[in-house]
Nanobody, 116 residues
């Protein structure tokens, strides 16, 4: 079965950095696009970034562009999100997502707290 397991969240000060990881299993990762989403308290879930199966096509939400970097390692079945210059509004649960056969799959998320 498809499994997505996020890790790497934690407490970071404003302006700090974190790298999130999403370990995937149960499907052909190297043939699958992947995305990161986030849900801040009291807000709707929003797309952060997405990456094509080869990594050749990448898209960022406007507010993250220039500060966040999505990447993947198809040998490790893992997608990453490097977040720099984190702002307090970046505090959220970050989720990994893929679509397989028209079905969406989500991880359970990893919590990022931005506070001094």
């Amino acid at each position: 079965q498809v499994q997505l397991v996020e890790s790497g969240g934690g407490l970071v000060q404003p302006g700090g950095s974190l790298r999130l990881s999403c370990a995937a299993s149960g499907f052909t990762f190297s043939s699958s696009g992947m995305s990161w989403y986030r849900r801040a308290p009291g807000k709707e879930r929003e797309l952060v970034a997405s990456i094509s199966s080869s990594g050749g096509t990448i898209m960022y939400a406007r507010s993250m562009k220039g500060r966040f970097t999505i990447s993947r390692d198809n040998a490790k079945n893992t997608v990453y999100l490097k977040m720099n210059s984190l702002k307090p509004e970046g505090a959220a649960v970050y989720y990994c997502r893929t679509t397989q056969g028209g079905v969406e799959y989500w991880g359970k998320g990893t919590l990022v707290t931005v506070s001094s």
